[in-house]
């Protein structure tokens, strides 16, 4: 069976650090990723997505950045965090079955930027 | 503009009672329409996913109902349960791409015993 981890699961930062959230999923070959984040009061919000390594599309232009490294590996990472980068960031992942693409997601990380 | 609008806001239900939530949408091309349950702080979990054909679907407890003439789906949920406390969040795909998700903002659902 397919599992997805995320890690840290909560995380607090100072505004100006550098951040660098993982996403690991297990039991599948060449998933589609993604990162979304979700503000308090909003829907989740599409930042970034991948169909293979090294092929990241940027959904938001912000001062968020991802990689994948490896086909079952996607980070999120800031060089400088912002006060309004505080959210609830999921890693979600997603296969076609029968012309739907559902998408799987995992635990999530919680960022609180001070 | 793609948009999902779900309602209500938040609810309180005595347990054991049953509830329905809604939701209305304007995506076009449609796909197909998922509700997730999200417990607090953690994941969203899938319940149901609906294509344009169907109009009804079952998860337990849980059935959700699709009119795509009018744009609009519901989640009933039967006898509930303290478990079902969550936030449930109605998710309408569009017919192409992989960045195509159009996210509700969700209804806060709090069984009360």
């Known amino acids: 069976s397919q599992t997805i981890h995320q890690w840290p699961a909560t995380l607090v930062q100072p505004v100006g650090s550098p951040l660098s959230l993982e996403c690991t999923v297990e039991g599948t070959s060449n998933p589609n990723l993604y990162w979304y984040r979700q503000a308090a009061g909003r829907g989740l919000q599409l930042l970034f997505y991948?169909?293979?390594?090294?092929?990241i599309s940027s959904e938001v232009p912000q001062n968020l950045s991802a990689s994948r490294p490896q086909d079952r590996q996607f980070i999120l990472s800031s060089k400088k965090l912002l006060l309004s980068d505080s959210g609830f960031y999921l890693c979600?992942?997603?296969?076609?079955?029968?012309?739907?693409?559902?998408?799987?997601f995992g635990p999530g990380t919680r960022l609180t930027v001070l | 503009k793609n948009q999902v609008e779900q309602s209500p806001q938040s609810l309180i239900i005595l347990e054991g009672k049953n509830c329905t939530l809604q939701?209305?949408?304007?995506?076009?091309?449609?796909?197909?329409l998922r509700w997730y349950k999200q417990d607090t702080g953690r994941g969203p979990v899938s319940l149901t996913i609906?294509?344009?054909?169907?109009n009804t679907k079952s998860n337990g407890r849980y059935t959700a109902t699709l009119d795509a003439d009018t744009k609009q789906s519901s989640l009933h949920i039967t006898a509930s349960q303290l478990s079902d406390s969550a936030s449930y969040i109605c998710?309408?795909?569009?017919?192409?791409?992989?960045?195509?998700?159009?996210f509700g903002k969700g209804t806060m659902l709090l069984v009360s015993p």
């Open positions: 998710v309408v795909s569009a017919r192409s791409g992989y960045s195509t998700l159009t």
């Open positions: 979600a992942w997603s296969i076609t079955a029968g012309g739907v693409n559902e998408q799987f």
């Open positions: 609906m294509t344009f054909s169907e």
């Open positions: 991948s169909v293979g390594i090294g092929q």
């Open positions: 939701c209305n949408y304007t995506v076009s091309p449609f796909s197909n």
